[in-house]
């Protein structure tokens, strides 16, 4: 059963831009973290950005520090990924996932700290 779902991966130039958006289907998710991972061809998994329920508490990989912006419509539940200054390396399958019952203090950011996850949605940045 599909509990999140993203929408708004696509083809970029390089140096542009690209909104992801990732709302929940079925229930709600508004007192976990929700976060975002992506995973290119050959390569595992990896943490992107989370934000906490109230949107006061972001977390970033450092590969995406200053380009990627992450934040939370709390009234829709809706989570979002904006990316700018996209670089081919960003290519990859862009996951929503969710985590309950994490301190502010320390934030989830592994793969094994969230239970619940998306399909996925492509993004493709061309040289």
């Known amino acids: 059963q599909v509990e999140l779902v993203e929408s708004g991966g696509g083809l970029v130039q390089a140096g542009g831009s690209l909104r992801v958006s990732c709302a929940p289907s079925?229930?709600?998710?508004?007192?976990?973290?929700l976060g975002w991972f992506r995973q290119a061809p050959g390569k595992e998994r990896e943490f992107v950005a989370t934000?906490?329920?109230?949107?006061?508490?972001?977390h970033y990989a450092d590969s995406v520090k200053g380009r990627f912006a992450i934040s939370r419509d709390k009234v829709k539940n809706t989570v979002f990924l904006q990316m700018n200054s996209l670089k081919p390396e960003d290519t990859a399958v862009y996951y929503c996932?969710?985590?309950?019952?994490?301190?502010?203090?320390?934030?989830?950011?592994?793969?094994?700290?969230?239970?619940?996850w998306g399909q996925g949605t492509q993004v493709t940045v061309s040289s």
């Open positions: 934000i906490n329920w109230s949107g006061s508490i972001l």
């Open positions: 996932a969710a985590a309950g019952n994490f301190l502010d203090s320390s934030p989830p950011r592994f793969r094994h700290n969230y239970g619940h």
């Open positions: 079925g229930r709600t998710f508004s007192s976990y973290y």
